[in-house]
C-alpha cells in the first residue's frame, strides 16, 4: 500500500490523501556471505488493486490514470537468527512512472504540457520464519 498526502498549507483549499494498493510478487534469489547473513536480489512486479483519493467526506476512484503494472528491482540483505527466524531490509525500485501520460492544461483550457508522475519506490522492514529447515 501507497499513501501520499498533498497540503497546500493554504486552509481555503482542501487536503487531499491517495491511497494506491499493490499486490506485489517480488522473485528473489538469496546469495550468502556467509552461513548466517545474504544479499537478496530480483525482479518483483505488482498489481494495482485500488487506487482512491480522499478529501474531507469526499473518496473518490481514481484507477484510470494510474498503470495497472508494476514492474521493478528489489535489493536487500537479512541476517539468519536461531530458530528458523531471519530480520532484514528490502528497497524496491519500479522502472516506470506509475501515472498513465497525464495532459496539463493552463486557466484557459489549452494544454500546455505531457507528462508522467513519479516511480515506485519502497523500503520494507523484514521478518522470515522458515518452516521446514534442512537437518545437518
Known amino acids: 500500500m501507497w499513501t501520499a498526502g498533498v497540503d497546500p498549507g493554504d486552509t481555503s483549499i482542501p487536503k487531499i490523501t491517495l491511497r494506491l494498493n499493490y499486490l506485489d510478487l517480488p522473485v528473489l534469489l ?46 536487500g540483505i537479512f541476517y539468519q537468527l536461531p530458530r528458523g527466524c531471519s530480520v532484514g531490509i528490502r528497497y524496491i525500485q519500479g522502472f516506470k512512472p506509475i501515472t498513465k501520460p497525464l495532459q496539463f492544461t493552463n486557466y484557459l483550457g489549452d494544454q500546455v504540457g505531457v507528462a508522467s508522475i513519479g516511480n515506485n519506490m519502497t523500503a520494507q522492514l523484514t521478518v522470515h520464519y522458515t518452516l521446514w529447515q534442512k537437518k545437518g
Request: aromatic fraction near 8%.
Open 30 to 75: 538469496n546469495f550468502y556471505i556467509t552461513p548466517k547473513l545474504a544479499v537478496q536480489a530480483g525482479p518483483e512486479i505488482g498489481l494495482l488493486l485500488a487506487s482512491r483519493a480522499h478529501s474531507g467526506d469526499v473518496t473518490a476512484t481514481v484507477h484510470d490514470i494510474y498503470r495497472s503494472f508494476d514492474k521493478g528491482v528489489v535489493g
